[in-house]
């Protein structure tokens, strides 16, 4: 089965720095694009960032581009989101999700369950 | 960017009605199109890719159809368990866009 499983989340002053992090298990990790997709309570789903099964490429939204890092440690089946420069609009329920498809273009087979980011003073 | 174009943003209707929610690309994306169901406090969960192909285990009932720019989810007869918000995605390439979501409740 799997399961992906994010922590990391907390209540951040504007301008702080947080790293989530998204536990993977249940498939063969590096094979698979890896995806962070975000969603402000009650608001709708935002995609935020993609790395390929190989680290090699990332892709940003362009509204977390030069202050969000997305990575990977395929030793650990382990996906990351270190976020700078946090901004109240960046407050929201933060998912890992997986393609659905091994190293090609897919859209998500599997989400985790989201860890929440609250930017606030 | 692809701009993902849902309407309607909400819409009630009847148990066992014919639902359609369309969704439009800013331009062609092929059929890299897929359609999510997100009930409240749930995760959002896949009912069709590749424009037209159902997710395993989704109910018959759901179907999408469209190439291109125009694409359909149609719920041919809707139930009570349907109450949900959709989403459409265009996944054809960074940046991954999705459609603002349509509500849909109970008449």
């Known amino acids: 089965e799997v399961l992906l499983v994010e922590s990391g989340g907390l209540v951040v002053q504007p301008g702080g720095s947080l790293r989530l992090s998204c536990a993977a298990s249940g498939f063969t990790f590096d094979e698979y694009t890896m995806h962070w997709v975000r969603q402000e309570p009650g608001k709708g789903l935002e995609w935020v960032s993609l790395i390929s099964w190989d680290g090699d490429s990332t892709y940003y939204a362009d509204s977390v581009k030069g202050r969000f890092t997305i990575f990977r440690d395929n030793s650990k089946n382990s996906l990351y989101l270190q976020m700078n420069s946090l901004r109240t609009e960046d407050t929201a329920l933060y998912y890992c999700?997986?393609?659905?498809?091994?190293?090609?273009?897919?859209?998500?087979?599997?989400w985790g369950q989201g860890t929440l980011v609250t930017v606030s003073s | 960017d692809i701009q993902m174009t849902q309407s309607p943003s909400s819409l009630s209707a009847s148990v066992g009605d014919r639902v359609t929610i369309t969704c439009r690309a800013s331009q062609g994306i092929s059929n890299y199109l897929a359609w999510y169901q997100q009930k409240p406090g749930k995760v959002p969960k896949l009912l069709i890719f590749?424009?037209?192909t159902s997710q395993l285990g989704v109910p018959s009932r759901f179907s999408g159809i469209g190439s291109g720019t125009d694409f359909t989810l149609t719920i041919s007869s809707l139930q009570p368990e349907d109450v949900a918000t959709y989403y459409c995605?265009?996944?054809?390439?960074?940046?991954?866009?999705f459609g603002q979501g349509t509500r849909l409740e109970i008449k």
């Open positions: 590749a424009a037209s």
């Open positions: 999700a997986k393609e659905m498809k091994p190293r090609r273009a897919s859209c998500y087979g599997a």
């Open positions: 995605q265009n996944y054809k390439s960074a940046p991954i866009t």
